[in-house]
């Protein structure tokens, strides 16, 4: 959490996991935990309409929250526990005893709620204060923190932090579903919520990628901290010119995308390839970045996004698997500048989606060089790396603890990177989009996006109507 003049801290607690977890006491890294270790913390918020008064809100509505975090823990202890990698070990952990606990913190903001759910561009150095800090040492990191802040009389919000080398977002949205429904039920643990499954031999590693991985992580045996240390200030230097802005992409702007990309198609006479609507938003939003930050982008750019592994291994994994399943996917290193030009959108789909068409290959072709490659950037200085955050198969909007869906959803941790997320919009089945740029950017963008759908509205109406 960010110190600042808008927000006053009214408690910082402890909460523990109710007795009766069945749960091991402690769980060794996986190949595919170990790959996210060197990547920063995930910072999510959930933005919550709440009109009551707010002492309404501090005698019932936070008592329950509390109530309901403990008995969730229950089922996933490990989320109260620590990642270890003491000098001594050769594989770090993570474990959690009867002692241990979630660090909470209750705040209240009198910064204007409604304007931290817009959609419009917002100063992103707000949103840093409503998200916690995960306490970090030499040998022990925190896994899970979590902050409620109050707008009275207009909503709350819960950010939470977790360590990306214990859980993805299928694992986050898991917890926070189960939470949301105990939340809700009047603390009641129902059947029909899905136990998490914690045994790791169910992952198999017959390439020997583990001893790659910790070969490659060695330098930051017992020295936990420097990983944190690496990651810098949330948005490579002075935070101060840097806005917030999330955009939408409908459905109907889908289909134009897609009828955009097979006039391309035809003109350069070229088959098609895999085309999703992730591959389409994210190529159309690659082409107004790219143009927006001009000649501050380097010469070449990459993009990587995660990609599920749960039903591409070979073999069966619980849906409810406990930890990090999901690998890592990069494009080709693409010219900026020929994504700038008119046929930008057509090279950009082209290369989005023949990497996801190659993972039928096999999803950990060249995975061992997947550790080694997130330090080292390719070509040097010359390439730029855009990590995409999120996915549109877990939607956070249905995490509803009692309130109603959430109004707003922010993925703010990406901005470490300089990158985007992408997730399942609130209302139409759309697409939102969310990045922080600088403030002359980040105008660009907004014009090259919103006049290129009118421009592909004008478009399809004259050639496919």
């Known amino acids: 959490m960010e110190e600042s003049n808008s927000l006053k801290v009214l408690e910082q607690c402890r909460i523990s996991p109710s007795p009766c977890s069945l749960a091991p006491k402690s769980l060794p890294l996986t190949f595919l935990d170990l790959l996210w270790l060197t990547c920063p913390n995930v910072q999510h918020i959930l933005f919550y309409n709440y009109t009551q008064p707010s002492a309404h809100f501090t005698h019932h509505v936070l008592p329950t929250i509390k109530h309901s975090l403990s008995l969730a823990l229950s089922r996933f202890p490990f989320l109260s526990g620590h990642l ?54 030499q040998t022990d990191s925190s896994v899970f923190s979590l902050q409620v802040t109050l707008f009275p009389n207009t909503g709350f919000s819960i950010g939470f932090a977790i360590n990306h080398g214990v859980a993805d977002g299928s694992t986050a949205h898991q917890f926070l579903s189960y939470w949301a429904e105990i939340c809700k039920s009047d603390y009641c643990r129902s059947s029909k919520l899905p136990e998490p499954f914690y045994d ?23 020295s936990l901290k420097s990983l944190r240390a690496r990651e810098g200030s949330p948005f490579g230097g002075s935070s101060e010119d840097f806005v917030r802005e999330t955009f939408v992409v409908t459905k109907t702007h889908v289909q134009r995308l897609e009828h955009w990309l097979s006039k391309l198609l035809q003109e350069k006479n070229m088959s098609k390839f895999y085309a999703s609507t992730f591959v389409l938003v994210l190529a159309y ?42 690998g890592v ?26 990497s996801i068409s190659d993972l039928e290959h096999g999803v950990l072709r060249g995975a061992e060089k997947w550790v080694k490659n997130s330090v080292v950037v390719p070509d040097g200085e010359s390439t730029e790396r855009v990590m995409i955050a999120g996915t549109l198969k877990l939607n956070f909007y249905d995490v509803d603890f009692g309130f109603g869906r959430p109004r707003k959803s922010e993925v703010i941790s990406n901005e470490k990177k300089g990158g985007i997320s992408l997730s399942e919009s609130r209302d139409d089945g759309g697409v939102e989009i969310g990045l922080a740029l600088k403030k002359h950017a980040m105008a660009q963008f907004s014009s090259l996006f919103v006049n290129g759908l009118k421009a592909l509205d004008e478009l399809v109406s004259t050639h496919f109507m």
């Not at 996917?329 to 046929?343: K, Q, V």
Request: proline share 6%; aromatic share 10%; charged share 20%.
């Open 200 to 222: 790791r031999s169910v992952i198999r590693d017959p390439d020997g990628l583990e001893q790659i991985y910790l070969e490659d992580l060695k330098q930051f045996r017992g």
């Open 285 to 326: 939003a690659l082409v107004c970045l790219v143009k927006a930050r001009g000649e501050e982008m380097k010469k070449k750019v990459q993009i990587g996004f995660a990609t599920g592994c749960r039903t591409r291994l070979g073999y069966p994994i619980p849906k409810t698997y406990f930890g990090n399943c999901i």
């Open 84 to 137: 270890s990698w003491p000098p001594h070990s050769n594989n770090p952990s993570i474990t959690y005893t009867n002692t241990d606990s979630v660090a909470v913190t209750v705040a209240q903001s009198a910064l204007n709620f409604r304007h931290h759910v817009a959609d419009y561009a917002r100063d992103a150095l707000q949103f840093h204060s409503l998200v916690p800090h995960l306490p970090c040492s």
């Open 329 to 354: 996917c990069w494009t080709r290193a693409m010219e900026s500048e020929s994504i700038r030009e008119r046929d930008g959108f057509l090279w950009a789909s082209e290369a989005i989606g023949t």
